[in-house]
């Protein structure tokens, strides 16, 4: 290599470098010896990584298409999995509802026969004449029918 093509490389290296600029810094390539500027090859590499990410069951379709190509089959396969994984998940919210529907009914039932019970130990302890029991059985009742009322509203809310 002649002297001028070895000045070639060199400035070609440093014009590929790029510089910093502000805060009074020095470029990069000011910092390197000479003769590493003029080993600098005349094409500089860029690499990259690129990270993607999806929500959902599915892969977009551009994912699709590569796991197919790479896997003949492989785009049905997740497919089928997504939709297995559907029916699973539905499948579960309707027992978590009909599980749920049933405590609440068990939960009418037991308080209707709380009720129940509570007015008739008020009327049987008005018969023997003691209207203070009578009266704080009652109010007993109705405190906690009003209660289950309010608190069964906020609970949803």
Not at 93 to 101: I, N
Request: hydrophobic share 40%.
């Amino acid at each position: 290599m002649s002297n001028r093509t070895k000045s070639k490389h060199a400035r070609s290296a440093k014009s590929r470098i790029p510089a910093h600029k502000g805060q009074g810094r020095q470029e990069p390539y000011q910092a390197l010896p000479k003769e590493i500027l003029e080993s600098l090859p005349d094409r500089t590499r860029v690499a990259y990584i690129e990270a993607a990410s999806f929500i959902g069951p599915l892969p977009p379709p551009s994912l699709l298409e590569g796991y197919e190509s790479t896997l003949p089959g492989a785009a049905e396969r997740i497919l089928r999995l997504a939709e297995k994984e559907q029916f699973h998940r539905q499948d579960w919210e309707m027992t978590a509802l009909r599980s749920q529907k049933l405590d609440i009914r068990r939960g009418q039932w037991m308080g209707f026969g709380l009720g129940i019970m509570g007015l008739i130990v008020a009327v049987i302890c008005a018969i023997w004449d003691r209207p203070f029991v009578a009266g704080a059985s009652v109010s007993t009742v109705l405190a906690g029918i009003l209660t289950a009322f309010v608190r069964g509203r906020t609970k949803d809310d």
